[in-house]
T-cell receptor, first 113, second 114 residues
């Protein structure tokens, strides 16, 4: 069984400042981890994925995440927030032995001008 | 190429009516998934298809829910005798194969039961 905990339900940042979204996971097997973004009234878009290759993963739109096994974390960062980053972000875990994705509760990001 | 498509984008139905939601996956993707996104429950897994077979239906909330996939492509999620608690966004996703491969999501169908 696997699960994820997103430690912040809401994050508010100023445009141009760094963004940090925190995610901890639990998995019985070697996990695959993903971050998805959902803009208002839109579907889920894959930002990046970790599947046991490099621990620092770069995604689209300047986002990156680091897999830390010792801390069971997969935090998402971006050096400089843009207004278009305002959305809901989901941390997701699965394993090769599974098929369904287990979603975190989501973090809503607000970007202030 | 085309992504995952879903229809209709919005559906309003009266309590007790049946509804059908359609998903057209990315061409060549053998695995197809249905999820439900609702305010109180977040994102929940409903059912998974590998080809035309559904090895796991355990996420379906009740026996009013059923799904099928034909030709290893299009899938239909049917909800019979809809209830107000069925109101949610129903998301479909597909992946090349099941497992570590990322899932690509459609835009969803927003179902409102009045």
């Amino acid at each position: 069984a696997q699960s994820v905990t997103q430690l912040d339900s809401h994050v508010s940042v100023s445009e141009g400042t760094p963004v940090l979204l925190r995610c901890n996971y639990s998995s019985s097997y070697s996990p695959s981890l993903f971050w998805y973004v959902q803009h208002p009234n839109k579907g889920l878009q894959l930002l990046l994925k970790y599947t046991s290759a490099a621990t620092l993963v770069k995604g689209i739109n300047g986002f990156e995440a680091e897999f830390k096994k010792s801390e069971t974390s997969f935090h998402l960062t971006k050096p400089s927030a843009h207004m278009s980053d305002a959305a809901e972000y989901f941390c997701v875990v699965t394993t090769a032995n599974d098929y369904k994705l287990s979603f975190g509760a989501g973090t809503t990001v607000t970007v202030r001008a | 190429g085309a992504g995952v498509s879903q229809s209709p984008s919005n559906k309003v139905t009266e309590k007790g009516k049946d509804v059908e939601l359609r998903c057209d996956p990315i061409s060549g993707h053998t695995a197809l998934y249905w999820y439900r996104q609702s305010l109180g429950q977040g994102l929940e897994f409903l059912i998974y298809f590998q080809g035309n077979s559904a090895p796991d239906k355990s996420g379906l909330p009740s026996d009013r829910f059923s799904a099928e996939r034909t030709g290893g492509s299009v899938s239909t999620l049917t909800i019979q005798r809809t209830q107000q608690e069925d109101s949610a966004v129903y998301l479909c996703a597909s992946s090349l194969v099941q497992g570590k491969y990322e899932q690509y999501f459609g835009p969803g169908t927003r179902l409102t039961v009045t």
